[in-house]
């Protein structure tokens, strides 16, 4: 099994706080590396094993970064293999440093008014989960936040039992933005982002388009789904029978066959000090944004060709919208919402995943 370019950096957490460089690796069998948009990401190394490295990797809070990305992975599993006949090896899988924001749920929270734009709702989450926490057992030292956008998409919600993960991936998919947290060699900074749009629905910026014809897209899977497509809802809040509080959530120009209806249970979802109208326009909100994981999913992931072509993080990134076209006549403009690196026997590749098609062709 051959032995690659990429470096990777071992980091120690330290008890106070601090991040210790404490080893270099860079003979790598196998790298894969995925960062997505709006959701944790995640890695997997094979390497040569030694008694130095087990102890290394297995012992205490490590996380791996590459010079290549300011996203840094947290080591959760080293697996050892032992062969007589090609030597031992590690595997060491993780996810990226997102991962802390599994780790909080918050209990209830309502936001209305104009205080409940996406960026407000993450930024004070984000503050009072992990900066200025009620419970001091929550703070961590290494994390920041950056300085406010002011971008004011958003709408009221409410949230009962979900973690940070959930809330901030539905809200950024909600309003298009991205989210991470950019290791800055002492910790890490909490960052929203929004991709660039690089198809041809603009004039601005250059074109980036991945197709045969350009010779830059290879091996290409495209998944169309219907099956948990809703496009109306009925949202059930709180109460009992006639005293409980419904509304009606619908996409416009839909009817017969093409309306489909599902029932949203929101009885979790309290009133409070809201009035009437305010709590059944957090209903209606909220059967919206479930609504948006029940539209039809496209997702289309292709090996991008790296000669004569793009370079990752130069040309395109994650986050951006681009134009895509196959040898089927698929096309469309899709948004990077995963990009995997992978280095290993067969060289370096690229794979990005691309979704939400705006619109998509065949011809």
């Known amino acids: 099994m051959g032995v690659f370019s990429v470096i990777l950096y071992i980091w120690k957490l330290r008890s106070n706080g601090s991040f210790d460089e404490v ?16 959701d944790t990401g995640e890695f997997e190394v094979y390497i040569r094993a030694s008694k130095e490295r ?3 990797l297995a012992d205490g809070d490590v996380f791996i970064t590459r010079s290549e990305s300011d996203i840094a992975m947290y ?9 007589e006949e090609n030597g031992d090896y590690l595997t060491v899988s993780g996810r990226s440093a997102e991962v802390v924001l599994h780790w909080r749920i918050v209990q209830f929270a309502s936001f ?6 996406a960026e407000n709702i993450i930024r004070y989450l984000f503050t009072q989960q992990f900066l200025l926490p009620t419970d001091e057992a929550k703070y961590i030292p290494w994390l920041s936040l950056e ?8 709408a009221a919600h409410q949230y009962t039992g979900k973690s940070l993960n959930q809330i901030f991936g539905s809200l950024c998919v909600e309003v298009g933005y991205g989210y991470r947290l950019k290791w800055i060699g002492t910790g890490f900074r909490f960052e929203l982002y929004k991709g660039t749009d690089r198809s041809y629905d603009q004039h601005v910026n250059p074109f980036v388009v991945f197709s045969p014809t350009f010779e830059n897209l290879g091996n290409t899977e495209y998944e169309k789904n219907t099956s948990e497509y809703a496009n109306a809802a009925i949202v059930g809040g709180e109460g009992e029978g006639t005293a409980r509080t419904f509304v009606e959530v619908a996409e416009q120009g839909k009817s017969g066959f093409y309306f489909r209806q599902v029932y949203l249970d929101a009885r979790n979802s309290s009133k409070e000090d809201l009035t009437d109208e305010e709590y059944e326009e957090q209903l209606t909100n909220d059967g919206k944004a479930q609504l948006e994981e029940l539209k039809v999913t496209a997702e289309y992931s292709g090996e991008i060709l790296n000669y004569n072509s793009y370079e990752y993080r130069k040309d395109y990134n994650l986050g951006d919208k681009v134009s ?25 590749r690229i794979v990005p995943t691309l ?5 998509i062709s065949f011809n």
């Open 23 to 38: 080893a270099v690796i860079d003979d790598a069998s196998s790298v894969i590396w995925v960062e997505r948009h709006t």
């Open 54 to 56: 087990l102890e290394l």
């Open 75 to 83: 080591v959760e599993s080293v697996k050892l293999n032992t062969d």
């Open 112 to 117: 209305t008014g104009e205080t409940a734009t």
């Open 147 to 154: 300085e406010t956008h002011e971008w004011e998409d958003g």
């Open 324 to 348: 895509i076209k196959n040898q089927y006549g698929i096309t469309g403009n899709a948004t990077i919402t995963q990009i995997t690196e992978v280095e290993d026997a067969s060289g370096f």
């Open 355 to 359: 979704s939400e098609w705006q619109p």
